[in-house]
């Protein structure tokens, strides 16, 4: 546990924040400062093929140590942390056997990590819990990952007799902004398939993602001075709330849950001349996603009906973009992959939550560029925050679940 905390703590305080105004890869030149700790690491356990290419995306290897043939398996982790809330000098705290009650994170401020709030707190009753002080995030999100590779990878290394096929190592940047799989070549990796180390509670497992995009929808406006404006004016800023409205109201993030998809406006700027208003589009369900965006248009098309014939002119414009899809289509023809993690947990005695995910994931889009990549628990919680904790027992079982998954893989 001791080696899994100080490895732990040397990634979370490295400020790794990616910027999504970037055009960069990395989109931040902090994320090499880790990338290259990382390399030298990777080598010092005994790992070979040890690269770093011009992105800051690494690649390691472990040989097989058995004779018969046995699929080449992959686990893939994100070192980059959210824009959402700032990454910088992480000062964690260790919170050995924990009593069940609030944690102060910081007393000056009043920050308080509380299980009335955050219920799943009681689950870990009695276990060791490394928080935030209160004014930054953890960045368990995806160190967390990190560290159970690369402390699985040293295992094996260490212990010649657990028997395994070829492994491949694989750690990302920018996968906060959603572009951590854009330049990861497949090929070089060279596996069947893969895991990603970048789920939540222990026992978390999950094959199904949201089908992704993002919508742009601008409206353009005529200024006239307010006193002679009757029949004149379009005030683009009144347009974009109409819009707003027009979106299902019971739809949006904070109504929903599992299977229920949701429109979420993020940004909304604007003046009379012109606004804009950004959202996001979601929906597991890829009939249900492509309704979602055919009502964006049918509604843009209202606006437009309306003021071309009173103006002659459009005032709505929309871009809509996909962003990912949901990964269930491609894992599912090759289940084993599933069902192999699922057995690996309950060998080790982990109950197995086997449920979508409400969001995306590096594996969403490495499984449509060919590797086939269900996502396993980390073990954090309350990600891209201030209250965000990780249990140390937790991040020792996902380390197991690694060694067991191989084990298991040979075995077949």
């Given amino acids: 546990m001791q080696h899994i905390i100080n490895r732990f703590i040397s990634y979370v305080t490295i400020d790794t924040e990616s910027d999504p105004n970037s055009n960069t890869t990395p989109s931040t030149a902090k994320q090499w400062d880790l990338a290259n700790k990382l390399v030298e690491e990777l080598k010092a356990i005994g790992l070979t093929e040890v690269t770093i290419d011009e992105n800051a995306y690494i690649m390691a290897t472990l040989?097989?140590?058995?004779?018969?043939?046995?699929?080449?398996?992959?686990?893939?982790s994100h070192f980059d942390t959210t824009p959402d809330f700032t990454g910088a000098n992480v000062k964690p705290q260790i919170?050995?056997?924990?009593?069940?009650?609030?944690?102060v994170l910081n007393a000056a401020q009043n920050i308080i990590l509380s299980p009335n709030y955050f219920e799943d707190l009681l689950l870990y009753k009695g276990q060791t819990l490394i928080t935030t002080d209160g004014t930054t995030l953890l960045g368990a999100d995806d160190k967390a990952g990190i560290t159970e590779i690369v402390s699985a990878m040293e295992y094996l290394v260490q212990h010649p007799?657990?028997?395994?096929?070829?492994?491949?190592?694989?750690?990302?940047?920018?996968?906060?902004i959603g572009r951590g799989a854009h330049k990861f070549d497949v090929d070089k990796f060279g596996c069947e398939y893969a895991y990603t180390m970048d789920g939540s509670q222990i026992g978390e497992l999950e094959y199904e993602n949201f089908n992704a995009a993002g919508a742009k929808i601008t409206f353009k406006g005529k200024s006239v001075h307010p006193g002679y404006a009757k029949g004149k004016m379009i005030n683009s800023m009144l347009l974009t709330s109409q819009f707003i409205a027009k979106l299902p109201t019971n739809e949006v993030p904070e109504l929903t849950t599992d299977y229920e998809g949701f429109f979420h406006v993020h940004h909304l700027n604007g003046s009379i001349e012109e606004s804009t208003v950004e959202l996001i589009i979601r929906d597991h369900d890829k009939a249900k996603f492509e309704a979602r965006k055919k009502l964006i248009y049918e509604i843009a098309d209202e606006f437009n009906t309306k003021y071309q014939k009173q103006f002659g002119e459009a005032i709505c414009y929309i871009e809509i973009k996909d962003q990912y899809y949901n990964m269930r289509e491609k894992?599912?023809?090759?289940?084993?992959?599933?069902?192999?993690?699922?057995?690996a947990m309950k060998e080790l005695g982990i109950t197995p939550i086997i449920k979508p995910i409400r969001g995306g994931t590096d594996g969403s889009q490495l499984s449509y560029k060919g590797l086939p990549c269900p996502n396993i628990f980390a073990g954090g919680h309350n990600f891209h925050g201030k209250y965000e904790y990780v249990p140390v027992e937790s991040m020792v079982k996902a380390t197991e679940v690694i060694v067991k998954i191989a084990e298991l893989t040979a075995k077949k």
């Fill in 63 to 76: 040989s097989s140590n058995v004779e018969h043939k046995v699929p080449t398996i992959g686990f893939i």
């Fill in 95 to 103: 919170i050995e056997n924990y009593d069940g009650k609030d944690i």
């Fill in 161 to 176: 007799e657990i028997k395994h096929g070829k492994i491949r190592v694989g750690f990302t940047p920018d996968e906060e």
């Fill in 331 to 343: 894992v599912e023809p090759v289940f084993h992959i599933v069902e192999i993690a699922e057995k």
